[in-house]
């Protein structure tokens, strides 16, 4: 793959490959016409220090540092050195010497890398850095980005698909003793695991994966199934039926009551109300079991027309 990307940049006019470093890196001569910056950067420059370093290239002649790029389907597009970019065009130089990743990164890959080498320096939007964290999609990306955990946190409803507590992670060591026929029975299960590997790999708390094998272990109690792999079939199957219960639509748009009330709460007495309206509008055909909340829009819609 990589090999292939390697040819790949030659074939981008004006690109020479000047060394191959090997695991899937170049230093290349690269025309500054071909460079297309990324969409968003987290490092903002102010433009006295931005004019210094125009300044500078042009006495030089060069920049003094490689800014890293990537070969994106055949394209060249910058992960670290915006700034040097930016000031070398403001040179009018036309070809710059840059390393270049041609290794076929994902897109979730190449921000993580944007993160990792803006972290060296430190970051300066954490607003902009936000948008850049939500293009990953890989728990490993994450780590790799090297995201502070005040940057998971807000808001961590956008980051709930890693199930990542960012990258702080506590880890112990942990040693097996084994038998000489266990060894054996451990090194055909390793083999078996390598052969089948995921290919998706979650990563969640202690207190999160404990819970989980603790419900798992009453439900299994409960429903008398042996087999964990039937068990947790049967608890996404209990899932679905729930959802379908109350007409749960995944192609539709859905919120959550909380967000529009701004609480979960609400007086036991109006409670009382709301069930007893329910319960007549159920029995009178208005709504059914499945969709419930439709009572509360025939009566905002009724209010609102008034």
Known sequence: MAEEQGKGIQQIEGCEVIYDMGSGL????VPLDKVKEQDINARIMKNEMQDQLTANIKKRGQLESLPLFVLVDGKLEIISGHHR???ARAAEMKEIIAIVDVSGLSRSKIA????????????????????????????????????????????LEQYDKMLSPAVQFDFKNVTFTFLPHQVNDMDILVKDLESKAPEIVGVASYE?????????????????????????????????????????????EWTYLAKVFGSNAIPADAAEVIKQ??????????????NRWQLIEYLCADYLGK
């Open 26 to 29: 170049v230093i290349a001569k």
């Open 112 to 155: 993580a890398k944007q993160l990792a080498h803006n972290a060296i320096s430190g970051f300066d939007d954490d607003s902009t850095l936000r948008e850049i964290v939500k293009m990953i999609d890989d728990v490993d990306d994450m780590i790799e980005s090297f995201v502070g955990k005040e940057i998971m946190e807000e808001p």
């Open 85 to 87: 970019v930016k000031s």
């Open 208 to 252: 999160q994966c404990k819970a989980f094998v603790e419900t798992l272990s009453k439900y299994q109690k409960f429903t008398d199934i042996r087999n964990v792999g039937a068990a947790i079939h049967s608890m996404i199957e209990n899932a679905n039926e729930k959802m379908d219960a109350v007409g749960f639509d995944a192609e539709e």
């Open 277 to 290: 309206a329910i319960k007549k509008a159920e029995k009178e055909g208005t709504i059914t079991s499945k």
